[in-house]
C-alpha cells in the first residue's frame, strides 16, 4: 500500500521566483492538505482539497495557492517567493467519510524548500 | 482558534526510560491524533485516539476528552524514539489539524 508521496525531496530558489510542489495521495484517500512547517515550529495549516475544489484555507496569502487532479493528487504553488517561505512543505491525505469524526491524516515525507 | 499545548518542551532520558507526554487543547474536540516527527522531518502516525485508550507496543496514549487532555506514554525507551512527538486536533469535520507546541525527546544511550 503506498503511501503519501511528495516532489522533488530539496529544492533551491531565489527571491522572486515561482515553485511548484506535488502531492500523491495514499491509496485510497481523496482530501488532500498542504501545511507548512518552519525550522522549530509545528506545521502551519495551509489549504485542503477536496473534490478538485478548494475546501478550507489557513491564514496564508493568494501567493500561495493550489490544485487537485481528477486522480486526487495536488500540487501547491508559491509565486514571488520570500525568504520567508524556506521552510518544510508538507502534505497529508485523508479519506472523507467521517464528518463527525473527522478523518485520520497521513503525511508525506515533505518537500524542503529554501529560498536564497 | 483552538489552542494546542503540549508540555514538557524538552525532555532527555537515559535508554530503558519511561516517559509521559502531555497535551492540553482549549476547546472540545472529536479526535487526536499523535504523531513522531523523525529527524528527517517525516512525521508519522502514532495514534488516531478520539477518546480512551490505545497501546501500540512500548507506545500508548489516552485521551480525556471532558478534561481537553490527551497523554502519550513511552515505555522502555530506544535511540530511535528520539524526535519531536506532536500532537493535533481538527476542528469539527474534516477540517486543517492544529498542531501543538511539539516535545522534543532526545534518549541518551
Known amino acids: 500500500d503506498a503511501g503519501v508521496t511528495q516532489s522533488p525531496t530539496h529544492l533551491i530558489k531565489t527571491r522572486g521566483q515561482q515553485v511548484t510542489l506535488r502531492c500523491s495521495p495514499k491509496?485510497?484517500?481523496?482530501?488532500v492538505s498542504w501545511y507548512q512547517q518552519a525550522l522549530g515550529q509545528g506545521p502551519q495549516f495551509i489549504f485542503q482539497y477536496y473534490e478538485e475544489e478548494e475546501r478550507q484555507r489557513g491564514n496564508f496569502p493568494d501567493r500561495f495557492s493550489g490544485h487537485q487532479f481528477p486522480n486526487y493528487s495536488s500540487e501547491l504553488n508559491v509565486n514571488a517567493l520570500l525568504l520567508g517561505d524556506s521552510a518544510l512543505y508538507l502534505c497529508?491525505?485523508?479519506?472523507?467519510?467521517?464528518?463527525?469524526?473527522?478523518?485520520?491524516?497521513?503525511f508525506g515525507p515533505g518537500t524542503r524548500l529554501t529560498v536564497l | 482558534g483552538i489552542q494546542v499545548e503540549q508540555s514538557p518542551p524538552d525532555l532527555i532520558l537515559q535508554e530503558g526510560a519511561n516517559s509521559t507526554l502531555r497535551c492540553n487543547f482549549s476547546?472540545?474536540?472529536?479526535?487526536l491524533q499523535w504523531f513522531h516527527q523523525n529527524p528527517w522531518g517525516q512525521l508519522i502516525n502514532l495514534f488516531y485516539i478520539p477518546s480512551g485508550t490505545k497501546q501500540n507496543g512500548r507506545l500508548s496514549a489516552t485521551t480525556v476528552a471532558t478534561e481537553r487532555y490527551s497523554l502519550l506514554y513511552i515505555s522502555s525507551s530506544q535511540t530511535t524514539d528520539s524526535g519531536v512527538y506532536f500532537c493535533a486536533v481538527p476542528n469539527f469535520g474534516n477540517e486543517k489539524l492544529t498542531f501543538g507546541t511539539g516535545t522534543r525527546l532526545t534518549i541518551i544511550p
Open positions: 497529508a491525505s485523508s479519506q472523507e467519510g467521517q464528518p463527525l469524526l473527522g478523518n485520520e491524516q497521513f
Open positions: 476547546d472540545s474536540v472529536n479526535n
Open positions: 491509496s485510497g484517500h481523496d482530501t
